[in-house]
């Protein structure tokens, strides 16, 4: 198991951009794909973005695709989520998660952040 923070949310005007970062404890980080999810009041958790534990590949919800980008950084830990042109219906918690294998699913991931807040005002 590894523990991830989440931090970087807040709140930004539509158009802005926001930058997420979660950070993993442990020595094995590297050995752990990464993902992205949210979930918005009353709506089921959804999948942003993923990535595999190289950062060779990675996947994007269609919703996001082209707005948001997942990077990672395996020497520090942290994973990342930049986020641009920040729409309104982007408000959401987003979480980090992890597994051990490259998935988009949710219940591919085994480890859980408690999330930070994104708020998107109009």
């Known amino acids: 198991q590894v523990q991830l923070v989440e931090s970087g949310g807040g709140l930004v005007q539509a158009g802005g951009s926001l930058r997420l970062s979660c950070a993993a404890s442990?020595?094995?980080?590297?050995?752990?794909?990464m993902g992205w999810f949210r979930q918005a009041p009353g709506k089921e958790r959804e999948f942003v973005a993923a990535?595999?534990?190289?950062?060779?590949?990675?996947y994007y919800a269609d919703s996001v695709k082209g707005r948001f980008t997942i990077s990672r950084d395996n020497a520090k830990n942290t994973v990342y989520l930049q986020m641009n042109s920040l729409k309104p219906e982007d408000t959401a918690v987003y979480y980090c998660a992890a597994s051990l294998l490259i998935a988009t699913t949710i219940v591919d991931f085994g480890s859980w952040g408690q999330g930070t807040q994104v708020t998107v005002s109009s």
């Open positions: 990535i595999s534990w190289s950062g060779g590949s990675t």
């Open positions: 442990g020595r094995t980080f590297s050995s752990y794909a």
